[in-house]
């Protein structure tokens, strides 16, 4: 069975990161095809998850010649727990193993018990999360010590 990486979240994240250090060093806007090159994907990728992000009002467009997308809001006011909601959506990060013949005790409550334990562990990210923001984290990898990658031209 093929191990199956999702990155949903981490992409919706390091993009609202990228958005929130350029509106404080500048220029605040950035176009999908640096946020691309930024995030190692294709730019038609990017868009797509911009026009997730714009529709939970966490990005806006800007049009014209030096157009792109920005932050909607500042972003000591967006709540890491939204951005997690707006990538991952309706589809759980954790799916149960289709039903199985019920056998014997463990294949008649396996995918009870793992339903529970995965409801559980979403409501602890959620706290989790709830208590960062887009600034915290930013602020986070600034203290990190890594080093700055080159500006984008």
Known sequence: MPHVLDVRF????????LLAAAAEE??????SAQLAERLGTNPSLVRKLLSSLAKAGLVESVMGRAGGAKLARPPQDIPLAEV??????DKPLWTCRPEAEHECLVST?????????TERAEQAVLRTLGGQTLADALREIRCSGHSQPEPLK
């Open 26 to 31: 500048g220029p605040p806007v950035m176009s």
């Open 10 to 17: 981490s992409s919706a994240l390091t993009t609202l990161l």
């Open 84 to 89: 997690y909601l707006c990538a991952v959506g």
């Open 109 to 117: 409550h396996a995918a009870g018990y793992f339903e529970r334990l």
